[in-house]
């Protein structure tokens, strides 16, 4: 069974942040937990109020999508 994993974070109000930045938030706060093997990727829930925003960052999995175009490529150049 697979975990989820993810980084709760308190933004003062009037703060934004790029997404740069919030992967090196990310990174930081990861690291202070212990976790040194870097996410696939991420997706953040941002909720907002008057006293700040409340943002839920989490692990997604890495996934990979084959074109249609790319089979007869894969068939001729990757064959056993």
């Known amino acids: 069974m697979r975990v989820s994993r993810c980084v709760t974070l308190l933004l ?3 703060l934004a942040l790029t997404p740069g930045a919030l992967g090196a938030i990310l990174a930081l706060a990861r690291r202070r937990c212990g976790v040194r093997i870097p996410w696939a990727g991420a997706d953040v829930d ?3 109020g008057p006293a700040g925003a409340l943002l839920i960052v989490r692990e997604t999995p890495c996934t990979a999508r084959l074109a249609d175009y790319a089979l007869p490529f894969l068939h001729k150049y990757f064959t056993e």
Request: charged fraction near 15%; proline fraction near 33%.
């Open 12 to 14: 003062p109000p009037h």
């Open 46 to 48: 941002v909720f907002r």
